[in-house]
């Protein structure tokens, strides 16, 4: 069922953006059909550790600058390899017929891409639904 889910989001997120132009469909749609499991995990990985940063999240997940820089270079060597290799006509393509901002949009689609595969996790799932057990059983009567 999850998989459902997340192909319908993939693809009204593809289909929200088809005002877009041509070029910028085509890198997007390349960057999302050739980024493989593997590179979610580097972009998962990644993301975490750049969030993890924030002010307020600094002082309760304590990760290693050699940590951080592990996964900053992974992340440039995925995206040297996908942009230099795999989704190179596109990118140039998109550069030129649309310019930076057409070309910065299609990486959205890859974040959403990479906080699905978070998301997607069943125990991230299931941490995220946790909550609801705490709440006063009492709550729901509010709504009644």
């Known amino acids: 069922m999850k998989k459902i ?11 929200t953006n088809s005002f877009s132009g041509e070029y910028l469909n ?8 050739n980024t493989t499991e593997r590179d979610k995990v580097v972009l998962v990985r990644w993301m975490f ?15 290693s ?7 900053e270079i992974a992340v440039a060597d995925y995206m040297q390899y996908i942009l230099g290799s795999i989704c190179l006509e596109e990118a140039k393509n998109v ?16 974040g959403e891409l990479a906080m699905m595969s978070l998301i ?9 639904e946790n909550w609801i057990i705490h709440l006063d059983p009492n709550f729901f009567k ?3």
Not at 95 to 107: N, V
Not at 120 to 128: K, R, S
């Open 65 to 71: 600058a050699e940590k951080s820089t592990n996964h």
């Open 142 to 144: 509010k709504f009644e």
């Open 95 to 110: 550069l030129s017929y649309e310019g930076e901002e057409a070309f910065t949009k299609s990486f959205e689609y890859l």
């Open 5 to 15: 889910y997340l192909s319908l989001i993939i693809f009204f997120v593809l289909q």
């Open 26 to 33: 085509k890198f997007a749609n390349c960057l999302m059909q």
């Open 120 to 128: 997607d996790d069943p125990n991230v799932n299931n941490a995220l």
């Open 49 to 63: 550790s750049a969030v993890a940063q924030h002010s307020a999240l600094e002082s309760e997940f304590n990760i």
